[in-house]
């Protein structure tokens, strides 16, 4: 009797020992233990790489951090459990999320080590690098701690809640010991990435808990039916009159319900199995399931399980891919008890089956799904990254040869053909370059270059792009600019001028008499900067209907405005998602015939001394700081290479050509360039490798800078890995070229090899 009252209870008291809080706490303890040395060589690995790439003290130091905080943990649960009765749940919970927490910190800690003890030389290379490096660490470790957070939620909480803020604190820690206490765009930008994460880890950990307590209750479920087996099983052998009634019962379950004799051949059947499986009862007496029901891809592992399963005379649970009668695969959750005679051996094998097809089905289809997003991502990127090569290319020589044109003789005829081509090519160029920004916004893969630049400068730059079209339309163009406007600013001022010249280009657009009105003005705040500027203008207006509208992508008032006007709808889309990664806004009202203003306030720092205005002058030279000066030209294609000679026809400089990355090896070691304009795609050997095989010359290094068609960040920060100095994207403007001959033209540095 003590025998048939322990197999009765057994699966639901297991099953109340592993959902307590006691067993919880002893599994976590468990899993927390058996995977410490895998925890550990995944933790060496990583310090490694921090020792490769930054300093073997640095991942020294880091990885005896991570260890002994995860020593701390472990060795605390290794020396409480298992939990006894009569030992204080309650204290084990709160010590053990206490040692959790130190176990996150330390983790958080080499998760952070390089942005922590980055050389001041390396804060450039390392700025892209190491948010990508801590975020890889923190979100896996968030994940491992989503998944263990039903065991022990206090602790799981507390490393969610370290993991969240530990970016946030880098960004503190980065504004107080680089930029001067501020947070800057870079870092606001981060802010806004980690709040799409953030949201993302919470419907992860949502979606665990769901899962858990699914299988709670499907594990409760399953206990309370293997009790109802083992009940039928003790009955059977208590009182044979009980077969009777145990036959009704399972004839009339919704799951299939079968009985097997001691060799496993079946020997009754109820209706829910000819239903599930398509074979009637005459059909099935006397056949062994797996000859009955086992499909060509059943896995035999699971088939073994069974065998195994039914040959030691306990209940078992799996799950086993079968085949109907007609064909049609399914999924059955089998449970199997065995019914014991008085000498302990088999005499009958009941199992109850249920159909988990749907479930599958619906997992199957979630992992299809991943994979066709996650396929889809990278066929977008890759096509954008191709199409703007392949445009960028041609549009190098359109523009360039017209720019080159421009500086003929030209008649009046010829000189408004010029400027049509220059026009269309820069507006086609203006198009390639938003549908990128809105991609790379749209992945969160805009990053923010934060420097020192002269505020005021930079709007009145701007709005002198704009003077030309405001004259020729009779409108006035004006820039206020508050006196308390400080004249350096520590801020990405490529993205400003962006917005800028999205909105001030709407607003001379639409507007045909009147003008436009620029004002800017700050409030300081410390070392921080809260920037706002208001663009105005007397055009037509936008409707109050309208107004939600205007930042919607390919979006305008209305159809006639598109017409008239032309426009891709993109600017002020992009402006505000430019807005919002700098950590500010963008609104606009407006009265409809009477003009519009859109205003935008964005934070920014107080410069931190990197750059001055005199810094700023001494980066104009003249024609003659180039003189002498050896340029190699590495490009393959034939129009690039002429375009570069006509660019620097009337420069006193001394060019050479070559026409693929091995080509340009060569000329290095017989040319003896000061400075290489180096093609990233090219036949033979491409720019990346022809640099790095150039920088392990033992040879007085020149100046090498990217010459490419490629304009993703991605590309920018593969030129600098592989030794470049500079970037240049094309389509090549000649001013831009000249300015970095001119910013390389000192004597170069003799960096031969060792």
Not at 34 to 41: A, K, S
Not at 522 to 539: E, N, Q
Not at 556 to 576: E, K, N, V, Y
Not at 616 to 639: C, F, H, Q, T
Request: glycine share 8%; proline share 3%; hydrophobic share 45%.
């Amino acid at each position: 009797m003590p025998q048939a009252e322990a197999l009765n209870n057994g699966p639901l008291e297991t099953y109340h020992k592993r959902y307590s809080r006691r067993g919880l706490l002893n599994r976590y303890a468990d899993g927390r233990a058996r995977f410490f040395v895998y925890r550990q060589l995944t933790m060496l690995g990583l310090a490694g790489l921090i020792g490769m790439l930054l300093s073997p003290l640095v991942g020294l130091a880091a990885f005896v951090v991570v260890v002994l905080g995860d020593l701390i943990d472990t060795s605390y649960l290794r020396y409480v459990t298992p939990v006894r009765d009569g030992v204080s749940v309650r204290w084990v919970l709160v010590i053990s999320t206490f040692t959790a927490a130190v176990q996150a910190i330390s983790l958080a800690f080499l998760a952070c080590a390089p942005s922590l003890f980055a050389e001041p030389a390396d804060h450039m290379h390392q700025a892209h690098a190491t948010p990508l490096f801590t975020m890889g660490i923190l979100v896996g470790a968030a994940i491992n701690a989503t998944v263990v957070l039903p065991y022990q939620v206090s602790a799981g909480i507390v490393r969610l809640m370290i993991y969240a803020l530990t970016p946030l604190a880098a960004i503190v820690v980065s504004s107080l010991g680089e930029h001067g206490g501020h947070i800057g765009d870079v870092q606001m930008f981060q802010i806004a990435g980690l709040a799409v994460l953030y949201l993302s880890v919470f419907f992860f950990v949502s979606f665990i808990a769901g899962r858990y307590h699914r299988s709670r209750k499907n594990t409760l479920a399953m206990a309370l039916q293997h009790k109802q087996l083992a009940q039928i099983n003790t009955k059977l052998q208590a009182q044979q009159l009980q077969s009777q009634r145990l036959a009704l019962v399972a004839e009339n379950a919704n799951d299939s319900v079968f009985l097997m004799d001691k060799d496993g051949r079946i020997t009754w059947v109820n209706d829910a199995f000819t239903r599930i499986t398509g074979y009637g009862y005459n059909e099935a007496i006397g056949q062994f399931p797996g000859d009955l029901l086992n499909a060509d891809n059943t896995d035999m592992a699971v088939v073994r399980a069974l065998e195994q399963g039914r040959a030691t005379g306990k209940p078992f649970r799996l799950e086993i891919c079968n085949r109907r009668k007609d064909g049609q695969l399914l999924w059955l959750e089998t449970n199997q008890v065995p019914m014991l005679r008085e000498d302990g051996t088999v005499e009958t094998i009941i199992a109850v089956e249920r159909d988990v097809t749907a479930s599958k089905q619906y997992e199957q289809q979630l992992k299809d799904a991943r994979i066709a997003a996650e396929e889809g991502a990278r066929v977008k990127s890759e096509f954008l990254a191709t199409m703007s090569h392949e445009i960028r290319t041609p549009m190098n020589g359109v523009i360039g040869m017209a720019q080159m044109l421009e500086r003929t003789d030209l008649s009046e005829d010829q000189k408004l053909y010029a400027d049509t081509i220059l026009g269309s090519a820069r507006t086609l160029l203006s198009l390639i370059n938003d549908i990128l920004d809105l991609s790379k916004m749209d992945a969160d893969e805009v990053i923010l270059s934060e420097v020192d630049f002269d505020l005021s400068a930079c709007f009145h730059q701007t709005l002198q792009l704009f003077e030309p079209q405001a004259q020729e339309k009779g409108i006035t163009l004006t820039l206020d600019v508050a006196p308390d406007v400080p004249q350096m600013v520590n801020g990405d001022d490529r993205r400003l001028r962006q917005i800028l010249l999205n909105l001030v280009g709407n607003a001379v657009k639409f507007t045909e008499t009147g003008g436009v009105r620029v004002e800017l003005s700050t409030a300081r705040a410390g070392d921080r900067l809260r920037l706002r500027f208001a663009v105005s203008d007397t055009g037509i207006g936008i409707a109050h209907d309208k107004l939600d509208h205007v930042f919607e992508r390919f979006s305008q008032a209305d159809a006639a405005i598109t017409r008239r006007f032309g426009g891709t709808g993109l600017g002020l889309t992009i402006s505000r998602l430019l807005c919002e990664a700098m950590g500010g806004e963008i609104s606009v009202t407006s009265e409809l015939g009477k003009g519009a203003c859109f205003s935008v306030h964005l934070r920014m720092q107080a410069a931190l001394g990197t750059a001055t205005p005199e810094a700023a002058d001494n980066v104009r030279y003249d024609g003659r700081s180039l003189r002498g000066m050896r340029i190699l030209v590495a490009e393959d294609n034939k129009i690039n290479r002429l375009l570069m000679q006509k660019y620097l026809q009337d420069e006193p400089v001394e060019l050479a050509f070559a026409v693929d990355g091995a080509e340009a090896m060569e000329k290095t070691l017989d040319f003896d360039p000061d400075l290489i304009l180096m093609d990233m795609s090219m036949p033979v050997m491409n720019g990346l490798d022809a640099t790095r095989n150039i920088r392990d010359m033992d040879i007085r290094q020149p100046v090498i800078a990217a010459l490419t068609a490629n304009a993703f960040d991605s590309d920018r920060e593969a030129c600098l890995a592989a030794g470049m100095d500079d970037f240049l994207s094309k389509p090549v403007n000649r001013d831009d070229l000249l300015m970095v001959l001119r910013k390389h033209s000192q004597p170069p540095r003799d960096c031969a090899a060792v």
